[in-house]
């Protein structure tokens, strides 16, 4: 089996869609001889902002000089981006490796009368396996959905559970309130474990709280124990001060674009700091070293100028919320151009209320999801806000779309799914590939 045959092989396990429980990975990971057993964890969950924690978290481990073992879903490009070691992507030989050797597991699983694991329990699986053989010292792990019915949730007590924040998202599967979506979430929090969080929802905190109280778990909440002082904040990212619940950091540099990010790297230099009480050893200088070198695509991300174009996964309510105040203070512009492509089970409707009126144009396009639903509806959502609407159901030819109606001092913001804005930033690459083998070629020629 080669990588393209184990990709589709594990795509195509799409179709046994959400199945949540641990009971058949449990069973899985059996088989293997549970090798997760031999690993120690940090474990990340939350609505937004986790992905971007768990890569802090990760990128200062590496520079402290540990090993480290980094998951997180969903990939914009490739499948290998799921699972890192020290930044780098798994091999793609080492996938097929991996698939060849846990399908024979699968039918046998189904053979004896179990359910078929799921694609993402598959790929957890994988990539809990993969961490063991190379023996990684840490592994960070980032919550797929919810919590407690998440796959990644079946790794013994991590040494700290990490809740970012909690909002509304994902309500058909985690609960319609704050407080029950908490509720899934805390599912992380293990006996006697120590958790870090910074939700503020005075809702979920209560849950959190809770759940401490219950498995007698030891809670650490970033705004009692961290402080941030703004030096600079622009669209290059966020120089800042911070005051740790051990030390001071002076002019830490994160490259990643917007205040919220703040926030982020205070939760993840905190756990740091307590994993520094369960005798890890990490000097400020990795912490520095580590948020300066944190790399995150897509996450407000500028490509080229004139116009300049901005690409964000803001992909739920809370994330246009973020996204909406990054264009407000950070990206100077004379008109807007919104670019966006969501799935129709997400809040469309309360994302385009926010952004759509920010914007001179709207471009709705189709994320190429089964879930894009009728995305035609999100031009009609827009039409209430502005009477600049297009549609154009090939991302491609929708990019172009908004390229066009937007002037040298304008800006391109595109927004929505993974689906959508992997493709968008696919192009955006081969465009910028393409710009400078052009102008190579000039300065090439003008030479002659």
């Not at 293997?32 to 990128?59: D, Q």
């Not at 520079?63 to 499948?79: E, Q, R, V």
């Not at 699968?106 to 053989?133: C, D, I, K, W």
């Not at 990212?237 to 740790?244: D, I, Y």
């Amino acid at each position: 089996m080669d990588y393209r045959e184990a990709i589709q092989y594990l795509t195509d396990l799409t179709k046994f869609g959400y199945n949540f429980g641990l009971g058949r990975i449990e069973h899985l990971m059996g088989l293997l001889g549970n090798p997760h057993h031999r690993l120690r964890f940090i474990h990340v969950g939350g609505t937004n902002g986790k992905g971007s924690t768990s890569v802090m978290i990760a990128s200062i481990l590496q520079s402290a000089g540990y090993k480290t073992g980094l998951f997180t879903s969903p990939h914009l490009h490739s499948y290998t981006e799921r699972t890192k070691i020290n930044g780098r992507d798994i091999p793609e030989v080492r996938v097929a490796a991996l698939i060849e050797r846990l399908r024979p597991l699968l039918e046998q699983m189904v053979r004896e009368g179990h359910e078929h694991p799921t694609e993402f329990e598959v790929n957890t699986a994988l990539s809990l396996l993969y961490f063991a053989e190379e023996e990684v010292d840490f592994a960070v792990l980032e919550v797929g959905l919810g919590g407690a019915i998440d796959s990644t949730n079946i790794i013994p007590a991590p040494l700290v559970a990490v809740i970012t924040n909690v909002g509304m998202d994902h309500m058909e599967y985690l609960g319609n309130t704050v407080g029950e979506i908490a509720q899934v979430k805390a599912g992380i929090i293990k006996s006697e474990g120590l958790v870090v969080t910074a939700a503020r929802h005075p809702e979920a905190l209560t849950a959190i709280k809770e759940k401490c109280k219950e498995e007698a778990a030891f809670l650490y909440h970033v705004d009692d124990l961290m402080a941030w002082e703004e030096i600079k904040v622009d669209s290059t990212g966020c120089l800042f001060n911070l005051k740790g619940s051990t030390r001071l950091y002076q002019e830490l540099f994160l490259p990643l674009v917007g205040r919220h990010q703040l926030i982020n790297a205070a939760t993840a230099v905190l756990t740091i700091e307590v994993l520094e009480r369960k005798g890890v050893r990490i000097l400020a200088g990795a912490v520095k070293e580590g948020l300066a070198n944190t790399s995150w695509p897509a996450r407000l991300e500028v490509f080229g100028h004139s116009p300049a174009i901005l690409i964000d996964v803001a992909h739920n309510y809370d994330g246009a919320v973020t996204l909406e105040k990054a264009l407000q203070e950070f990206f100077r512009h004379k008109e807007l151009v919104l670019l966006i492509g969501m799935l129709a089970d997400k809040e469309r409707e309360k994302v385009l209320r926010l952004l759509a009126p920010l914007a001179r144009f709207v471009v709705v396009t189709k994320p190429l999801s089964p879930r894009a639903g009728d995305w035609q509806e999100m031009g009609r959502m827009a039409s209430r806000y502005t009477a600049s609407v297009f549609l154009e159901e090939d991302v491609h030819l929708a990019l172009n779309k908004a390229i066009s109606l937007a002037g040298p001092d304008d800006l391109v913001c595109a927004t929505g799914s993974f689906y959508t804005i992997a493709e968008i930033r696919s192009l955006l690459i081969q465009r910028e590939l393409e710009h400078s083998i052009n102008m190579r070629k000039k300065g090439f020629l003008a030479t002659k």
